[in-house]
């Protein structure tokens, strides 16, 4: 059984800073792309950030130049640096990875972890 487990959350002041992770374990072979999405109450969840296994990212307009994702593919987990953290950032950020669980299997499965909360104060 895959799991996906994220910490960092928590509350930060504006203008803060936060860094999460996410570690991915169980039976794993390979692991594509990691993803960061977020969701407030309402609202539909959107995607923050992505890396390939390659280290190519992809960033929402809305944090670009403001959070970093990263990888540490021996680990299997997944980081999102925050930097200079506004009230709109805040929300439940939840880890989403697609991972190929053995050797005999040809496709990718979507893992999500359980959410962290997310809160910008100002």
């Known amino acids: 059984q895959v799991q996906l487990v994220e910490c960092g959350g928590g509350l930060v002041q504006a203008g803060g800073s936060l860094r999460l992770s996410c570690a991915a374990s169980g039976s794993i072979f390979r692991i594509n792309v990691m993803a960061w999405y977020f969701q407030a109450p309402g609202k539909q969840r959107e995607l923050v950030a992505s890396i390939t296994s390659g280290g190519t990212t992809n960033y929402a307009d809305s944090v670009k130049g403001r959070f970093t994702i990263s990888r540490d593919n021996p680990k299997n987990t997944v980081y999102l640096q925050m930097n200079s953290l506004k009230p709109d950032v805040t929300a439940v950020y939840y880890c989403?990875?697609?991972?190929?669980?053995?050797?005999?299997?040809?496709?990718?499965?979507?893992?999500w972890g359980q959410g962290t909360q997310v809160t910008v104060s100002s």
């Open positions: 989403q990875a697609d991972i190929r669980p053995y050797i005999s299997t040809w496709y990718f499965t979507q893992y």
